[in-house]
């Protein structure tokens, strides 16, 4: 995924309605009964204090000590991106969206309910060898096609949860949906339909100054894929990838039809301060499987995979005094993915025979980073903050027969900016941040069998060319929001992301939203 496409609208949007529930204060203790005004409440949002090291509060129970206010917020929102060439042709070379989301959080004396509910309807702009969505989850048992095209996306979700607490012991509970349908209106016209529920518990202890908890998530997914062609000109060859320029000659042709079943298992533990000043610790592991079926075959079972990952990290902050603060963390992720293939006999009534099985695929990612901030002035007329970062990764590929590697390392540095004003009842924000990234011990190793069908062998190597890759982005946002009657906040954002690469693609990307919150 390009740093453009990751970039989500509420990422530096605090101030301008972001989801209310997530990025806040880790406790109420060091703050006033509650802020007076939605303004006041924006600007702490805001702050480099409340947000750092958040992923302490991925358990819900946690929920009930990031506020001590309700807050609700409905945001229109529209996103464009541009790649002079796609950096990876499975993503296109650019997207345009539009959504729509609304949230809320409300606090009683003693249990907190939150949730939201978001609309988007997108276009992916000239995708090619790929026909399947979630790509990113989904990888290498992909369905493709060499002509590609626009992809048209709409997409639904709902979440909603609840924390309480009876002495020194918290729970919550967070209950999630989304839906997906993507598809084109021009040959090859792909239908893919998914759907992923999760749920998530957690539970924390609290005890002095510190609260630790546990939480676990279980998550159903499923995708349901069909290619049609109306052309009376015939249709293009379809093909199931395997990973590293590999697919299913056997099945390659006219089997259009096919449909992904996965769960997800996450566990994980955490540590954070009542008073937001202190240590702040987490971990996570969590497991993910699915199976690649073709319907078109009496229920095939081509493939599957496995993926465990582990995380996790440790901070500190602290509060200098009350206007001004700093802090630094630590943290590293570890991803394992495998892939089996299986093998079938000679058909017999268009029934295919499972014969064996072998685990060819493997991909590892791991990644260390070590970031930090200072921030003067909070809460004041005047307030900025600077977040320095340095992070390094690893990524390695291999196919066993015919033996296939790749390998490429990372080293990133980057930092990022803000000055926020306030003015009577307005309130001005501006965000800038400028990073570089360098691939170093790159190497891409192929072997190829006589005969064999290299179709896919360029897209493999014009992957490793954009991994390779050098870039340098620019970004930068401005926000202004004005206070209304009866304790409401309008809010407008505008934001601009540059990359480029040295290998000469450029990139770039605009977002607006338009919030009011409340």
Known sequence: MTLVKSLSLPLVAFLCAAPAWAAMPADTASLPASPPGTQERMWRYASCFHRFADE????????????????????????YSKESEPLFYENGDGYDAFSFEADTYIRRHNFVLWGDAAYSNSRLRNVRWNETSDHLLLYPYLTADSIGGDFDKESYSFAGGYAGHAGRIAWG????????????????????????????????????????????????????????????????????????????VRFAGNNYDSYYNGYRWRAGIELHPLNRSGWHAWGEINRFAFEKILSSLNELPLASVTEYQGSAGVGYKMRVDTTASWGV??????????????????????????????????????????SGYYEGGAFTRLSYAIEPRVSSSMLSTTYAYPARSMAVNHLEAAADFYLSYVAGRSLWRFEAGSGYRMAYDGNLDITTVEGGDNVLLPVLQHTYRTLAAAD???????????????????????????????????????????????
Not at 56 to 64: D, K, R
Not at 199 to 223: H, M, P, S
Not at 342 to 367: E, K, L, W
Request: glycine share 8%; charged share 15%; aromatic share 14%.
């Open 56 to 79: 302490v509060y991925a358990n819900p129970s946690a929920q009930l000590h990031r506020y001590n206010f309700s807050l609700s917020s409905a945001s229109l929102s529209g996103e």
């Open 329 to 370: 963390v630590v943290d590293g992720r570890y991803v394992d993915r495998r892939g089996t293939e299986n093998i079938f006999g000679d058909a017999a009534g268009n029934i295919y025979p499972q014969i064996a099985s072998m685990q060819p695929y493997r991909n590892r990612v791991a990644s260390v980073s070590i």
């Open 173 to 248: 509970t967070q209950l999630s949906y989304v839906a997906t349908i993507a598809y084109r209106g021009v040959d090859p016209r792909p239908k893919n339909v998914t759907s992923r529920l999760s749920l998530r518990l957690g539970l924390t202890y609290l005890w002095d100054r510190y609260g630790a908890g546990i939480f676990g998530e279980g998550e159903k997914y499923k995708q349901t894929s069909d290619i049609d062609f109306y052309s009376e000109m015939g249709s293009s060859k379809v093909y199931h990838l395997t990973g590293m320029a590999m697919h299913y």
């Open 472 to 518: 340098w982005h620019l970004t930068a946002s401005l926000c202004y929001a004005v206070g209304l009657k009866n304790d409401y906040t309008l809010a407008f954002r505008l934001a601009w992301q540059h990359h480029r690469y040295d290998i000469g693609i450029v990139t770039h990307y605009a977002a607006a939203s338009l919030s009011l919150v409340f």
